[in-house]
């Protein structure tokens, strides 16, 4: 199984990035991709999920409204686009595959792929 994130890099307060997440080497019946991401103040929390199953999405709060997670099953890449980014966004940010998306704020993920590093500045 691999996960390959890429996207990252610096963004002023206000812009936008896209994230991309590659997958392969595992069914997408048995697992979700999820997106993750790591700072020294919250640690690593959850903030979004597509389900492989139906279709949903789902967000941390804290992003639901800025962030959007789309997927394209034919280059088995998710997406997720982030907008109105703020400075609190800085982080290491991860895909992972996980069984249940509603697990997603916790986890347990079972694959994970390198981060890829956000940082909101001016």
């Known amino acids: 199984v691999q996960l390959q994130a890429s996207g990252g890099g610096l963004v002023q307060p206000g812009g936008s990035l896209r994230l991309s997440c590659v997958a392969s080497?595992?069914?997408?019946?048995?697992?979700?991709i999820g997106w993750l991401r790591q700072t020294p103040r919250n640690g690593r929390e959850g903030i979004s999920c597509s389900s492989s199953d139906d279709g949903n999405s789902y967000y941390l709060d804290s992003v639901k409204g800025r962030f959007t997670i789309s997927r394209d099953n034919v280059k088995n890449t998710v997406y997720l686009k982030m907008d109105n980014l703020e400075p609190e966004d800085t982080a290491i940010y991860y895909c992972?595959?996980?069984?249940?998306?509603?697990?997603?704020?916790?986890?347990?993920?079972?694959?994970w792929g390198r981060g890829t590093l956000v940082t909101v500045s001016s």
């Open positions: 992972a595959a996980i069984r249940r998306c509603s697990w997603f704020r916790e986890g347990p993920y079972d694959y």
């Open positions: 080497g595992f069914v997408s019946d048995y697992y979700h």
